[in-house]
């Protein structure tokens, strides 16, 4: 089983700082790599999938990068409504795995 | 528009079993793997299993292998998991999700979850 381990667990920023996420898989997943987002009570969603091609309708703030085991997520200029929790997923292998996510808190 | 609404959540005994349903609407469910992925309170997101578009393929997580069973219909455009031999560590919501077409393993559309509590 692949293993996904994101940093740090909590990011606290500011609205309108850069955010940057990492995930690290602990084998290469050449770009099968996507980031969703979780508000609280809520469903997750698609942001990012083949580790840099934006979902449709997610704004051009969110950008995703990497590729092999290490891979980002960066949010450019953060928006009240971005502060949530977020999970990188691989679907190189099966079982198909999650990182335990990033929350991302407002300073 | 594109929704799916899980459905069949709810209290069960440890031992105990429990059928949940997702119906699809707003797009062409055969076109479409569906998985079902679940999250225990406060944690993070656990894949369990997934059907191919056709309903000949399928796979689960070693975790809930042997006692769950996955199966759709795409006549109703629905998709079920049945549950059995439940235990504490199931206790979680229940999304079901649609996967990309040509994009195996990305979860395009999600749920809006349902709750299973397994609890003597």
Request: proline share 4%; aromatic share 12%; net charge neutral.
């Amino acid at each position: 089983e692949i293993v996904l381990t994101q940093s740090p667990a909590t990011l606290s920023l500011s609205p309108g700082e850069r955010a940057t996420l990492s995930c690290r898989a602990s084998q290469t997943i050449t770009n099968y790599l996507a980031w969703y987002q979780q508000k609280p009570g809520q469903a997750p969603s698609l942001l990012i999938y083949d580790a840099s091609n934006r979902a449709t309708g997610i704004p051009a703030r969110f950008s995703g990068s990497g590729s092999g085991t290490d891979f980002t997520l960066t949010i450019s200029s953060l928006e009240p409504e971005d502060f949530a929790v977020y999970y990188c997923q691989q679907r190189t292998n099966w079982p198909y795995t999650f990182g335990q996510g990033t929350k991302l808190e407002i300073k | 528009q594109v929704q799916l609404v899980e459905s069949g959540g709810g209290l069960v005994k440890p031992g105990g079993s429990l059928r949940l349903s997702c119906t699809a609407s707003g797009f062409t469910f055969n076109y479409h793997y569906m998985s079902w992925i679940r999250q225990a309170p406060g944690k993070g997101l656990e894949w369990i299993s997934y059907i191919s578009s056709s309903n000949t393929t399928r796979d689960f997580a070693d975790s809930v292998k042997g006692r769950f069973t996955i199966s759709r219909d795409n006549t109703k455009n629905s998709v079920y998991l049945q549950m059995n031999s439940l235990r504490v560590e199931d206790t979680a919501v229940y999304y079901c999700a649609r996967e990309k077409t040509y994009l195996e393993g990305v979860f395009d559309i999600w749920g809006q979850g349902t709750m299973v509590t397994v609890s003597s």
